[in-house]
T-cell receptor, first 114, second 113 residues
Framework: GNSVTQMEGPVTLSEEAFLTINCTYTATGYPSLFWYVQYPGEGLQLLLKATKADDKGSNKGFEATYRKETTSFHLEKGSVQVSDSAVYFCALRGSTSGTYKYIFGTGTRLKVLA | DVKVTQSSRYLVKRTGEKVFLECVQDMDHENMFWYRQDPGLGLRLIYFSYDVKMKEKGDIPEGYSVSREKKERFSLILESASTNQTSMYLC????????????FGNGTRLTVT
């Protein structure tokens, strides 16, 4: 079945550092891919999405490119801020019959130090 | 903006109680979902619904049931709460297209003592 694997956390960075959170997936067909962010005490918020190969999703300085050849959707940001401290989840939704459920990774906690 | 509202942020119940968690969405979404979130385990799907009065089991349905009498409302029911159901519960909704993202509520942190 479909699955999502993302890097273990926590990731600790200094402010203005470059961020990469790795995400790889296993899926049949052409799934849609998503990154969500969860701030303390809140639910998950959609950060960005990509729906086909080579699409780049972007929002609030974060970017991720749908790479079908490497089945990856890595999250990047050029310069993190303390306010980016949160848990980040990679997710997919399948494209073939019987795979329409959303599948989430286990989450990566990011801590940004001033 | 889509709004998904969960009726309680924090709930404390006793073992054996029947517990109702309520969720309402205001965007006329066909799909609604209940997840639980536990440290180290990520999000696990309990139940979902693609239409009114329709429900399907997710990955961990044991000990739970759901009700969807109206399109905007999806209730999660713990028939007899147990301590291992202490968790964060997240409700979400989406429209049917495969490109549609999930929209989440703020969660209900349930403690069963």
């Amino acid at each position: 079945g479909n699955s999502v694997t993302q890097m273990e956390g926590p990731v600790t960075l200094s402010e203005e550092a470059f961020l990469t959170i790795n995400c790889t997936y296993t899926a049949t067909g052409y799934p849609s891919l998503f990154w969500y962010v969860q701030y303390p005490g809140e639910g998950l918020q959609l950060l960005l999405k990509a729906t086909k190969a080579d699409d780049k999703g972007s929002n609030k300085g974060f970017e991720a490119t749908y790479r079908k050849e490497t089945t990856s959707f890595h999250l990047e940001k050029g310069s993190v801020q303390v306010s980016d401290s949160a848990v980040y989840f990679c997710a997919l939704r399948g494209s073939t019959s019987g795979t329409y459920k959303y599948i989430f990774g286990t989450g990566t906690r990011l801590k940004v130090l001033a | 903006d889509v709004k998904v509202t969960q009726s309680s942020r924090y709930l404390v119940k006793r073992t054996g109680e029947k517990v109702f968690l309520e969720c309402v969405q205001d965007m006329d979404h066909e799909n609604m979902f209940w997840y639980r979130q536990d440290p180290g385990l990520g999000l696990r799907l309990i139940y979902f619904s693609y239409d009114v009065k329709m429900k399907e089991k997710g990955d961990i349905p044991e000990g739970y049931s759901v009700s969807r009498e109206k399109k905007e409302r999806f209730s999660l029911i713990l028939e007899s709460a147990s301590t291992n159901q202490t968790s964060m519960y997240l409700c979400a909704s989406s429209s049917p297209g495969r490109n549609s993202p999930l929209h989440f509520g703020n969660g209900t942190r349930l403690t069963v003592t």
